[in-house]
């Protein structure tokens, strides 16, 4: 009987739009700070995310390559949604038990990451025609980024608004006024129902047969090794996964303390969400730059520009302009997404079906592993400060930051070109 697969890309997209476009992401930090944990906890807590998705990001593309793609990522959606119960009961300044339940918050996050990272990929790549396959494929990934940008865009306005009381206030009646920490819980109610709809779409999903499909556990062990290896001595993986780590641990790191940043540079709370959305504007027009520059130059020249384009990013950050601070702020969100197509595309084209989530997947752990030690060393940088005000600590960081990222991103660059010519 022939599998139906067709509805699986547009279920990919929505999947992808709703797992991704989260309406707290424009008050993360202060999500955290505001519950009553320091600055130094937070990135701390974000270490315990990175190393959760460090431990099972391998494992969970091996087992979506053998016990199947759309099981992993139901599993993922079954686990966004106790996380997101985790922070609603979360009690503020509730020391120990409000600091065990963002533990668990964040090991159910980086579980439900590492489940869907590559499953949700591999899926929908594998359920395009086999005819032109790669050129389809650099249409769907464009197709969904824009959409993710359209759903960062409604996610981060209304997350933004609906963290401020005040503004919520403004609107209501008196009688129906709200606290601000029930103002501060709503961005993740919303989030909630987000994961409660990426359950329905997973569970709709169709399985696409492919080559390891209904393999044991221990081929999936076997296949866990052999993909490292096989990842390890292909030349062009190589390069792009080290050379993403380095640009993505940096990026990201700063991504999860933007709110933070916001305040530094003097926004008001309720324009963060504002922000945010025109950050997922912006990514609108990226996908469409990416594909022909992608198509125009080799992988390495366009790391290479993403590389130069974020050290000038990371640069104009250290000033933290009052309000101007925000111009860097977006110019390296789309940097990421730059890279994420980039990265994408190389390891589609370099993999072959029997171990496409797999390989996504050790690209996974070792951005996430980057990000980590990133985000532990960034969090002893800010305690390195502790007689400087939070904004002076974030501002120091930010500019120690600097030198290491480009005496990093150069030796690897020299490598590439002598690894890719060799």
Same mark, same amino acid.
């Given at each position: 009987?022939?599998?139906?697969?067709?509805?699986?890309?547009?279920?990919?997209?929505?999947?992808?739009?709703?797992?991704?476009?989260?309406?707290?992401?424009?008050?993360?930090?202060?999500?955290?700070?505001?519950?009553?944990?320091?600055?130094?906890?937070?990135?701390?807590?974000?270490?315990?995310?990175?190393?959760?998705?460090?431990?099972?990001?391998?494992?969970?593309?091996?087992?979506?390559?053998?016990?199947?793609?759309?099981?992993?990522?139901?599993?993922?959606?079954?686990?966004?949604?106790?996380?997101?119960?985790?922070?609603?009961?979360?009690?503020?300044?509730?020391?120990?038990?409000?600091?065990?339940?963002?533990?668990?918050?964040?090991?159910?996050?980086?579980?439900?990451?590492?489940?869907?990272?590559?499953?949700?990929?591999?899926?929908?790549?594998?359920?395009?025609?086999?005819?032109?396959?790669?050129?389809?494929?650099?249409?769907?990934?464009?197709?969904?980024?824009?959409?993710?940008?359209?759903?960062?865009?409604?996610?981060?306005?209304?997350?933004?608004?609906?963290?401020?009381?005040?503004?919520?206030?403004?609107?209501?009646?008196?009688?129906?006024?709200?606290?601000?920490?029930?103002?501060?819980?709503?961005?993740? /109610?919303?989030?909630? %129902?987000?994961? !409660? =709809?990426? +359950?329905?779409?997973?569970?709709? @999903?169709?399985?696409?047969?492919?080559? &390891?499909?209904?393999?044991?556990?221990?081929?999936?062990?076997?296949?866990?090794?052999?993909?490292?290896?096989?990842?390890?001595?292909?030349?062009?993986?190589?390069?792009?996964?080290?050379?993403?780590?380095?640009?993505?641990?940096?990026?990201?790191?700063?991504?999860?303390?933007?709110?933070?940043?916001?305040?530094?540079?003097?926004?008001?709370?309720?324009?963060?969400?504002?922000?945010?959305?025109?950050?997922?504007?912006?990514?609108?027009?990226?996908?469409?730059?990416?594909?022909? /520059?992608?198509?125009? %130059?080799?992988? !390495? =020249?366009? +790391?290479?520009?993403?590389?130069? @384009?974020?050290?000038?990013?990371?640069? &104009?950050?250290?000033?933290?302009?009052?309000?101007?601070?925000?111009?860097?702020?977006?110019?390296?969100?789309?940097?990421?997404?730059?890279?994420?197509?980039?990265?994408?595309?190389?390891?589609?084209?370099?993999?072959?079906?029997?171990?496409?989530?797999?390989?996504?997947?050790?690209?996974?752990?070792?951005?996430?592993?980057?990000?980590?030690?990133?985000?532990?060393?960034?969090?002893?940088?800010?305690?390195?400060?502790?007689?400087?005000?939070?904004?002076?600590?974030?501002?120091?960081?930010?500019?120690?930051?600097?030198?290491?990222?480009?005496?990093?991103?150069?030796?690897?660059?020299?490598?590439?070109?002598?690894?890719?010519?060799?």
């Amino acid at each position: 009987m022939t599998q139906d697969l067709s509805r699986n890309a547009n279920r990919f997209v929505i999947f992808t739009v709703f797992f991704t476009a989260r309406a707290y992401y424009p008050v993360l930090a202060i999500l955290f700070l505001d519950l009553g944990l320091t600055l130094d906890q937070f990135v701390l807590l974000n270490l315990i995310w990175a190393m959760t998705i460090f431990l099972f990001e391998v494992p969970s593309g091996a087992l979506a390559d053998t016990i199947g793609r759309r099981t992993l990522l139901i599993t993922a959606s079954v686990l966004m949604v106790i996380e997101m119960f985790c922070l609603l009961l979360a009690p503020r300044d509730g020391g120990m038990l409000l600091l065990v339940l963002c533990v668990i918050n964040r090991i159910c996050s980086g579980l439900s990451e590492a489940c869907a990272s590559g499953a949700d990929e591999a899926l929908a790549y594998d359920s395009l025609p086999t005819e032109n396959r790669a050129s389809a494929w650099d249409h769907l990934l464009a197709h969904a980024m824009r959409w993710r940008s359209v759903g960062f865009v409604v996610a981060m306005i209304i997350g933004g608004v609906l963290y401020d009381a005040d503004t919520i206030n403004s609107i209501l009646p008196a009688s129906l006024h709200i606290s601000s920490d029930t103002a501060h819980r709503l961005p993740v /109610l919303l989030v909630l %129902f987000q994961a !409660l =709809a990426c +359950l329905f779409i997973t569970w709709r @999903m169709v399985e696409p047969v492919h080559a &390891a499909a209904g393999s044991t556990l221990s081929h999936a062990f076997h296949l866990t090794v052999s993909t490292a290896r096989w990842v390890f001595t292909n030349p062009k993986t190589l390069v792009v996964i080290l050379i993403g780590v380095a640009l993505d641990s940096i990026v990201r790191n700063f991504a999860t303390i933007t709110s933070s940043y916001y305040r530094l540079i003097e926004l008001p709370e309720w324009t963060y969400g504002f922000f945010g959305a025109a950050m997922g504007l912006l990514g609108w027009f990226v996908p469409g730059i990416a594909k022909r /520059l992608n198509a125009r %130059f080799g992988m !390495l =020249a366009n +790391l290479g520009l993403i590389a130069v @384009m974020t050290l000038i990013g990371l640069v &104009a950050l250290v000033p933290a302009w009052p309000m101007y601070g925000v111009v860097p702020t977006l110019f390296l969100m789309m940097m990421m997404g730059f890279l994420g197509f980039t990265v994408s595309r190389v390891l589609h084209e370099e993999a072959d079906s029997s171990r496409r989530a797999t390989v996504l997947s050790v690209k996974g752990l070792f951005f996430n592993l980057g990000y980590g030690l990133f985000s532990l060393g960034f969090s002893g940088l800010l305690a390195s400060f502790p007689d400087t005000p939070e904004g002076a600590a974030l501002r120091n960081a930010l500019l120690w930051q600097v030198p290491f990222f480009a005496a990093i991103i150069f030796s690897l660059f020299g490598w590439a070109f002598f690894r890719l010519r060799r």
